[in-house]
Nanobody, 127 residues
Framework: QVQLVESGGGLVQAGGSLRLSCAAS????????MGWFRQAPGKEREFVAA????????YYADSVKGRFTVSRDNAKNTVYLQMNSLKPEDTAVYYC????????????????????WGQGTQVTVSS
């Protein structure tokens, strides 16, 4: 069992930056593929980024590529999402997710590709 706790959300002006963190419990964090998703009101949960257990393989949604950076520190059982040049359309609840095993292009971009989820953290970008 893995527990995930996100932090770092908040209110920021357009063009600003935030860094989200996701702390994971469990001794096998380094074996998990980790993902970030977001969900705006009235919309489906959408893929943001995913990172392999080693950090060598990373995928981004086209909408955040070049602005967001995902990283992980296995020694701290933490995955990060650095968000720069934020836009009002980035406003959403951001969730981190974990799955045991390797990263795959298709499954890492789908919510049902993950076994564990955090409770989410709100990010609001004002115009």
């Amino acid at each position: 069992q893995v527990q995930l706790v996100e932090s770092g959300g908040g209110l920021v002006q357009a063009g600003g930056s935030l860094r989200l963190s996701c702390a994971a419990s469990g001794r096998t964090f380094s074996s998990y593929t980790m993902g970030w998703f977001r969900q705006a009101p009235g919309k489906e949960r959408e893929f943001v980024a995913a990172i392999s257990w080693s950090g060598d393989t990373i995928y981004y949604a086209d909408s955040v590529k070049g602005r967001f950076t995902v990283s992980r520190d296995n020694a701290k059982n933490t995955v990060y999402l650095q968000m720069n040049s934020l836009k009002p359309e980035d406003t959403a609840v951001y969730y981190c997710a974990a799955r045991v095993g390797l990263i795959y292009y298709s499954s890492s971009r789908r919510p049902n590709g993950y076994e564990y989820w955090g409770q989410g953290t709100q990010v609001t970008v004002s115009s």
